[in-house]
């Protein structure tokens, strides 16, 4: 009796844990396919990702007040000063880091948008190194050797390479290095309370809302005033439909983010960097099987070369959580509900560090 409860136990676990893969596939897969499919009749991306933010932060309050009302317990809110002093410079690299990747859809095809936005771990390291959040080992250089030789490959004489679109992404790259080096730093400041990332998307939605208006103001205010899609329409089916399209996109940007949140909380981070993987996997193939992205064998050995650099990564991860005692096990659990266990606030503890790490190394395939 005893052997066939664990048995069913074990199935269990793994059905839930494809299911929340599956759950995470749908929705990180979607949102890129989905802003290149936008991209291609509404060329306002910067107006899109604000209009996102602006999804995000009404769901995120929203997830909030209805915990609130239920537990009975009041979320945690932050004074003026710790929030521009604070969470100002993670809002202002995150709107960046996002708003320069869904610029890039306008002139590139999504796997070199895969492939390069893959680069944002060797940034991260670098970045990482800089603020000492890492120690300098010949691991490390291995790995970084490793994604920049793929990322040179993976461009070296494609046939849809566009500079334009490829220089929007990799400084979105770039910026996704300082981006996800600063959200460790501040979610690692325990008195600060923002351990729960949506939370941490709460209070960071307004101010990236705010850091991004000044570009669309410059690039794209003019010709959205002026736009028949929006301001100057004629026809109130075509502004429902463009305006329903981009709710959906806030919709699939707030369901990314709760699916990570989910998948590391009932299975681990490791889980998630091992699910980011492959999803770059999936993504490739299926840019070049719906969309005929042109990939040669030059290219899928860059790609490739890259992926071994972040799985050994991800291994050396997995290694030295292991050295500093095992896997954590999922704390909190319980009996709560999904969406219950999702908002309401944690203890910080000195062992979160590692799964911590292991998350933005995910974090940074987005």
Known sequence: MGRWALDVAF???????LGLVLLYYCFS???TFYNKWLTKSFHFPLFMTMLHLAVIFLFSALSRALVQCSSHRA?????????????????????????????????ITVSLYTMTKSSAVLFIL??????????????????????AGGLFMFTYKS????????ALVLGASFIGGIRWTLTQMLLQKAELGLQNPIDTMFHLQPLMFLGL????????????????????FQDTGLLLRVLGSLFLGGILAFGLGFSEFLLVSRTSSLTLSI???????????????????????LNWLGFALCLSGISLHVALKALHSRGDGGPKPSKGLGSHPDLELLLRSRQPEEDDNEEEEAYFVAQGQQ
């Open 126 to 147: 670098i970045f990482s190194l800089i603020f000492k959040l890492e120690e300098l080992r010949a691991a490390l250089v291995l790995v970084v050797l490793l994604i």
């Open 11 to 17: 199935v269990w676990k793994a059905v839930l844990t």
């Open 159 to 166: 046939t849809q390479f566009n500079v334009e679109g490829f």
């Open 213 to 232: 208006f000044p570009l669309f103001a410059i690039f794209e205010g003019l010709h959205l005033s002026t736009s028949e899609k929006i301001f100057r």
């Open 275 to 297: 699910a980011g993987i492959f999803k770059e996997v999936c993504t490739l193939l299926l840019a070049a099987h719906l969309l005929g992205d042109q990939i040669s064998l």
């Open 75 to 107: 979320r945690v809110v932050l004074s003026w000063a710790d929030y521009l002093r604070r969470v100002a410079p993670t809002a202002l690299a995150t709107a960046l880091d996002v708003g320069l990747s869904n610029w890039s859809f306008l002139y």
């Open 29 to 31: 897969i979607g949102i």
